[in-house]
């Protein structure tokens, strides 16, 4: 799985790109991008939905999400998908 490590204190976004990795295909738009967002208010990972597609691209993959002490798997198949990490002893 690809692992995602999140350090909680305020909200935070990025965008994950993939391509081939082995050519100019992105050049003519042979790329993914998917938007991830932590919303510290509810503790919530929220996986956007895939933008674009790649020769070679897996449909579906793993995240490991680690946030302090806390770690889970999410399965992810380019839909939008969410998950809520409680603080710690809560």
């Given at each position: 799985p690809m692992k995602l490590t999140i350090y909680p204190g305020a909200d935070g976004a990025f965008t994950l790109y993939e391509d081939e990795g082995d050519g100019y295909g992105y050049?003519?738009?042979a790329f993914s991008r998917i938007?991830?967002?932590w919303t510290e208010k509810t503790s919530t990972l929220?996986?956007?939905a895939r933008e674009g597609r790649y020769p070679g691209m897996p449909e579906k993959r793993e995240f490991l999400v680690c946030c302090g002490?806390?770690?889970r798997q999410i399965s992810y198949s380019g839909e939008q998908v969410s998950l809520r990490l409680p603080p710690e002893g809560v």
């Open positions: 050049e003519n738009g938007r991830l967002f929220t996986i956007g002490e806390q770690e």
